[in-house]
């Protein structure tokens, strides 16, 4: 069965940095796609990144270009969102999604993935 978990959410102050990891397990990591999303109070789910390993692009909210990238640690299924020079406007649940062989061409696409984690809560204070 595949599943995804996250971590390392918390509280941190504006401009600081947090890394969220996505722990994965039950993929074959055949030409998947894989996503960041976020949603804060209130508001709809966004995404955050979107991945296609199939082209090797990354597609990254505007919001968030040049603050935040994705790694990933194959030896541990474990992929990474390293966010930094947090903004209160950033405190939202974060969630991660994958499928595998599933082709991606934008970052809404990866709003279609089929499996998710149950979130991690991240919370800027300013």
């Known amino acids: 069965e595949e599943q995804l978990v996250e971590s390392g959410g918390g509280l941190v102050q504006a401009g600081g940095s947090l890394r969220l990891s996505c722990a994965a397990s039950g993929f074959t990591w055949f030409d998947y796609a894989f996503g960041w999303f976020r949603q804060a109070p209130g508001k709809e789910r966004e995404a955050v990144l979107c991945?296609?390993?199939?082209?090797?692009?990354?597609y990254y909210a505007d919001s968030v270009k040049g603050r935040f990238t994705v790694s990933s640690d194959n030896s541990k299924n474990t992929v990474y969102l390293q966010m930094n020079n947090l903004k209160p406007e950033d405190t939202a649940v974060y969630y991660c999604?994958?499928?595998?062989?599933?082709?991606?061409?934008?970052?809404?696409?990866?709003?279609?993935?089929?499996?998710w984690g149950q979130g991690t809560q991240v919370t800027v204070s300013s």
């Open positions: 999604a994958a499928q595998d062989n599933y082709s991606v061409y934008s970052l809404n696409d990866c709003s279609y993935l089929e499996v």
């Open positions: 991945v296609s390993t199939r082209s090797g692009i990354t």
